[in-house]
């Protein structure tokens, strides 16, 4: 009898998985598409085949919905990798795959990235959470200056190098200098120098 408790509670966890997975599969999906002007908890709900309630149940919220999209699209994509990256022995290798790292993942869903941004705008709660998220951005660039140590010679005064970097690494920097005719990954070498440019390193 113990066991078969046991089985029966793992099957429900697998299956309350399985179905928050659907729920976030489907409003990535209505955020891709064409007209994600109709993006809502309804919508949601309909695309992934279940009640209203188990979204609410599952998310709590419209944000709590749209974090849980941004941590899917973080962890199974290029950022999952991110500890590869603290691994790297050399140091300026580091730094550059650092760069290649976000211009990948704002290039993966790049559409999604630009309406989470957007539905953040009217969104305080949603706002905040991505705003903690992009914090360990921050805390990546902190850890990689502290490793460079005094091979790094800013243009800039120092207590501003990270900021600056932060704002470098963003989806809005990618975005902006990608445009409509390249992707955010193709204007990695860009955002490359101007990293390296900044630390006062030699451009590549």
Known sequence: ????????????????????????????????????????????ARGA?????TVYNQFESKAGLLEALFDSLAL???LGQMADIFKQPDVFVALDE????????????????????????????????MERRNERRRKGVTELLRRLGDKAKPSIPR?????????LLSFE??????????TPEDVTPIVRRLVRGVLGLAVE
């Open 49 to 53: 085949g279940v009640a209203r309630m």
């Open 1 to 44: 009898m113990v066991k078969r408790r046991s089985y029966t509670a793992v099957e429900r966890r697998r299956s309350v998985e399985s179905g928050r997975e659907r729920i976030v599969a489907a409003a990535r999906d209505l955020l891709e598409a064409d007209e994600a002007e109709g993006f809502s908890i309804d919508a949601v």
């Open 159 to 167: 207590d501003e190098v990270v900021n600056v970097i932060y704002v």
């Open 98 to 129: 650092y760069v290649a790292i976000f211009g990948r993942f704002w290039t993966m869903n790049r559409r999604t990235h630009r309406r989470l941004r957007a539905a953040a705008l009217h969104d305080d709660e949603l706002a905040a959470a």
């Open 76 to 78: 199974r994509g290029p």
């Open 173 to 182: 920097t990618f975005n902006a200098f990608a445009g409509d005719r390249r």
